[in-house]
């Protein structure tokens, strides 16, 4: 298996790039992001592969698409739910 470089804090460290990507989408990096760092064609593989892995970042997201939602429905004098 190939190994990633991954720069932090002026150090560089290898790793397997499935052990990059969960910790990359665990920092909540974008996913077109994520795709590049391990060369994907396509974005539809990266999501594939390992969005599944990480439930609680999905869970996140969902959260946080509700709260926008929730407060442009307010913004427009629309409140939603209660």
Do not use: C
Request: charged share 15%.
């Amino acid at each position: 298996m190939t190994q990633q470089r991954v720069h932090a804090d002026g150090q560089v460290v290898v790793a397997p790039p499935k052990s990059v990507a969960t910790l990359a989408l665990a920092a909540r990096t974008d996913l077109k992001v994520v795709q590049a760092m391990l060369g994907h064609a396509s974005i539809v593989l990266t999501a594939d592969t390992y969005v599944s892995v990480l439930p609680e970042v999905a869970h996140e997201a969902a959260r946080e698409t509700a709260r926008l939602v929730l407060k442009a429905a307010s913004a427009l004098g629309r409140p939603l739910g209660g």
